[in-house]
């Protein structure tokens, strides 16, 4: 079955670039849509944005000047990088599988990786 | 930017009906979803396309979703259900959108 495992630095300081990767097992990423969310501590759920492998690409518009997500079929990862970290980007960041098959975008997800906190801190 | 309200609490007893409920506007033309997250996990779908059940969620479990409100409803609600529960939402011009969430507490 596909798993989903994120990695990545638990601390950032302020002003500098997030990279997180998130490695796809027991299945090809091709297919299918791939999404970054986040939670802040104590607080809901953030869409951050999603991928397919063709290479369509859509970004939440309140982090799109922030935010680059990437992929690469090879390895079967998908990568998020969000930039000028500030503590309001502290939270838990999960990957996460698009329910649909065969390329249906149904934006509701059905397989999470465990997530990864990342704390923004001097 | 399009917004999802839900109540930020909620409580049944054992074997009672609970429901959750979620605003938008005119969300009953979008799609809805709800995901259960418990303490220290990831989020689960439980309800997708407004009223589908993935694979492996028990049928206690059902939705709804029409004008500007979609519903979650677990008959029979058990100790197990006790959760937060989010919803969310997307078309192709407000994207992904969740709710700010509701504890459901089963007493």
């Known amino acids: 079955q596909v798993q989903l495992q994120e990695s990545g630095p638990g601390l950032v300081k302020p002003s500098e670039t997030l990279s997180l990767t998130c490695t796809v097992s027991?299945?090809?990423?091709?297919?299918?849509?791939w999404s970054w969310i986040r939670q802040p501590p104590g607080k809901g759920l953030e869409w951050i944005g999603y991928?397919?492998?063709?290479?369509?690409?859509k970004y939440n518009p309140s982090l799109k000047s922030r935010v680059t997500i990437s992929l690469d079929t090879s390895t079967n990862q998908f990568s998020l990088n969000l930039s000028s970290m500030t503590a309001a980007d502290t939270a838990v960041y999960y990957c996460?599988?698009?329910?649909?098959?065969?390329?249906?975008?149904?934006?509701?997800?059905?397989?999470w990786g465990q997530g990864t906190m990342v704390t923004v801190s001097s | 930017s399009y917004e999802l309200t839900q109540p930020p609490s909620v409580s049944a007893s054992p074997g009672q009906t609970a429901s959750i409920t979620c605003s938008g506007d005119?969300?009953?033309?979008?799609?809805a979803c709800w995901y259960q997250q418990k303490p220290g996990q990831s989020p689960v779908l439980v309800i997708y396309?407004?009223?589908k059940r993935p694979s492996g969620i028990p049928e206690r479990f059902s939705g709804s979703n029409s004008g500007n409100t979609a519903t979650l409803t677990i008959s029979g609600t058990q100790a197990m259900d006790e959760a937060d529960y989010y919803c969310?939402?997307?078309?192709?011009?407000?994207?992904?959108?969740f709710g700010g969430g509701t504890k459901l507490t089963v007493l």
């Open positions: 996460a599988r698009d329910f649909g098959r065969f390329g249906e975008l149904t934006n509701a997800f059905d397989i």
């Open positions: 027991g299945g090809s990423i091709s297919s299918y849509y």
């Open positions: 991928i397919y492998y063709s290479g369509s690409i």
């Open positions: 005119k969300l009953g033309d979008k799609y």
């Open positions: 396309q407004d009223t």
């Open positions: 969310q939402a997307w078309d192709s011009s407000t994207y992904v959108v």
